[in-house]
């Protein structure tokens, strides 16, 4: 998976596409938040915002900034309360079109290839957990299998090839059926490096998923793997390798207990659709023409992203502060 979506000049990533937007005519393969409509980054600037005040930090560090679109969206409405935009992307394409974009705010906007020993600020992670590479596990006639990759000679493509392990999802699956899942060290392992680096702040990553015991609930039996192409959607990534994104939904208590574990604290989880109706999205939307405020209402509708997208707050420092966003509907329990 790593390979199919990073490798230097053939993965996803590595190419030169056009990836996000919003019609296939454009060249795009799918859609992301900052795309749909400019009040998502407007929306998530109060809830940086604040964050930079409650920690007495003044710089945004993104992950994964895509097309640029969220960076650009942010340093609009936070102005003068951001002195530093860092972008961490491991895509050159990718950098390169975030460069031309945010060229107005000069040297404010920085690109960094590693992290420094201590960051402090705002981080901010919006669909990046789901493009790092998941493990897959299969259970056959009641044995666990990992699911990897072959290449089939006599047909001259790749292939699903299973071998016997002794690794496991973190809940029992109850029933005998057959069963395929993830499980993801990846993304794990991200958030405890952010937690090494991050002495002073805090940290935003949204995306879409669920916690535990939904996540491996016994009828989710082929899990969750799928890809994009042209905003159409397949579940066999053996097939145009590199010309399509390869995507897995998250386990955000994997994720909230990987960062307790690693020191920091879970300020909040909500969905997309409380978390932006928490930071002032219903009367900003009476602000807008009608031609955009259904673009900006899909953001919340429960069978658009309002409900299957999440949002999870991790804080580090000694810092008592409630971050707005998650003032109504917090699921941190449900974790």
């Known amino acids: 998976m790593h390979l199919a979506l990073y490798a230097d000049g053939l993965g996803y990533y590595a190419r030169a596409s056009q990836k996000f937007g919003a019609l296939p005519a454009s060249g795009s393969d799918f859609i992301t938040a900052p795309e749909l409509s400019p009040v998502f980054g407007q929306l998530l600037a109060r809830q940086v915002a604040q964050a930079l005040q409650a920690t007495g930090t003044r710089q945004v560090w993104e992950f994964g900034a895509g097309s640029g679109a969220l960076a650009e969206q942010l340093l609009q409405a936070l102005g003068e309360q951001v002195q530093r935009y860092v972008i961490v992307d491991v895509s050159g394409h990718l950098?390169?079109?975030?460069?031309?974009?945010?060229?107005?705010?000069?040297?404010?906007?920085?690109?960094?290839?590693?992290?420094?020993?201590?960051?402090?600020?705002?981080?901010?992670?919006?669909?990046?957990?789901?493009?790092?590479p998941v493990q897959l596990l299969a259970r056959q006639n009641g044995q666990w299998h990992e699911r990897g990759v072959r290449w089939q000679a006599d047909g001259n493509r790749l292939a699903w090839q299973d071998r016997p392990t002794a690794l496991r999802p973190p809940l029992e699956i109850d029933g005998p059926q057959d069963y395929l899942t993830e499980i993801h060290p990846q993304a794990e392992g991200f958030i405890r490096t952010l937690a090494q680096h991050l002495r002073r702040g805090a940290a935003l990553l949204i995306d879409y998923g669920f916690p535990e015991a939904e996540y491996y609930h016994p009828q989710r039996h082929m899990g969750t793997l799928v890809c994009h192409r042209a905003h159409q959607v397949d579940s066999d990534p053996l097939q145009e390798v590199g010309l399509k994104d390869i995507t897995a939904h998250v386990n955000f208590t994997a994720m909230a207990l990987a960062a307790q574990q690693a020191g920091l604290q879970v300020l909040g989880y909500t969905s997309q659709a409380h978390f932006l109706v928490n930071c002032g999205l219903l009367s900003q939307l009476e602000l807008l023409p009608s031609t955009s405020r259904g673009q900006a209402a899909k953001l919340i509708m429960e069978h658009e992203m309002g409900e299957l997208f999440k949002v999870l707050a991790l804080g580090a420092g000694a810092h008592d502060w409630q971050p707005l966003g998650f003032v109504q509907g917090d699921r941190t329990h449900r974790l």
Do not use: F, H, K
């Open 95 to 132: 950098r390169a079109r975030q460069r031309q974009r945010l060229a107005a705010w000069g040297e404010r906007v920085q690109w960094l290839d590693q992290l420094p020993e201590a960051i402090e600020g705002v981080i901010v992670g919006n669909e990046v957990l789901d493009a790092m």
